[in-house]
């Protein structure tokens, strides 16, 4: 259950860092970076969940804990992004 909640907060955190903040935005004006220009994995929520994922999950257990975690946070993020829920 936790390895889910874990997948779950991971994939609504960087929905609403990129989505609803912008903070990718902030962060290349902070900058002075053209907004153009790309920031992997700040300035794609799918990149993001993955990453974040990956590091909740290895906080909680092992590499395989968080690699699992970190593939279920991309397929929330995809389910959540896809559907139109934010």
Do not use: H
Request: glycine share 6%; hydrophobic share 55%.
């Amino acid at each position: 259950m936790e390895l889910l909640l874990n997948a779950l907060s991971a994939a609504v955190a960087s929905l609403i860092f990129v989505e609803i903040l912008a903070m990718d935005l902030k962060i290349k004006k902070w900058l002075n970076l053209p907004e153009e220009m790309g920031l992997k994995p700040l300035d794609c929520p799918l990149c993001l969940s993955f990453w974040t994922g990956l590091i909740l999950g290895l906080s909680s257990g092992g590499l395989l804990i968080g690699f699992q975690t970190a593939c279920i946070a991309v397929l929330f993020e995809r389910v959540i992004y896809k559907n139109e829920w934010i």
